[in-house]
């Protein structure tokens, strides 16, 4: 449940309230972080590849964190954070790598591409909390 948002709600052009809470902990603390950086930037993404865009995780509590390896100071716990995968471009490396590029380049993003993985995070930290959340933009050989 995403508070008072239900689940089949069309919460942007090409993303559905669903695809976050189905990745979620069910105790998200805020949605505001959601709507107002990690959404446009997700659908931004979209309109410039075309590609769907397939979350994975989003927020996380502490015993999800911990169960999923997630460090202690992981924006996700603060549902600050999503990661996704984009089926489309499974092993096409120089397509991942144009789409990594492409999120380095908005503002205030942090970011990461995981590269064996073949998942992008994003997150707000920086932008919400730049004491506890450096700013980095990196490619992960994970
Ligand atoms: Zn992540």
């Known amino acids: 449940m995403l508070g008072t948002i239900k689940s089949n709600e069309?919460?942007?052009?090409?993303?559905?309230?669903?695809?976050?809470?189905?990745?979620s902990?069910?105790?998200i603390p805020t949605l505001s972080p959601l709507f107002t950086y990690l959404l446009p930037w997700l659908q931004k993404t979209r309109d410039q590849f075309g590609y769907g865009i397939q979350p994975t995780s989003f927020y996380r509590n502490?015993?999800?964190?911990f169960r999923v390896g997630g460090s202690n100071k992981s924006a996700h716990l603060k549902a600050f954070?999503?990661?996704?995968?984009i089926p489309d471009l499974d092993n096409l490396k120089d397509k991942q790598k144009a789409v990594y590029e492409f999120l380095c380049s908005l503002p205030g993003i942090r970011c990461a591409w995981y590269k064996e993985s073949q998942f992008f995070h994003i997150d707000c930290g920086t932008l919400l909390e730049?004491?506890?959340?450096?700013?980095?933009?990196e490619i992960r050989n994970a």
Not at 14 to 19: I, S
Not at 62 to 65: M, Q
Not at 81 to 85: E, G, I, L
Request: no cysteine.
């Open 62 to 65: 502490a015993i999800d964190n």
């Open 130 to 137: 730049p004491e506890t959340y450096g700013a980095w933009k």
């Open 81 to 85: 954070a999503v990661d996704f995968k």
């Open 25 to 27: 902990s069910s105790d």
């Open 10 to 23: 069309r919460i942007a052009p090409n993303f559905w309230a669903y695809e976050f809470t189905s990745v």
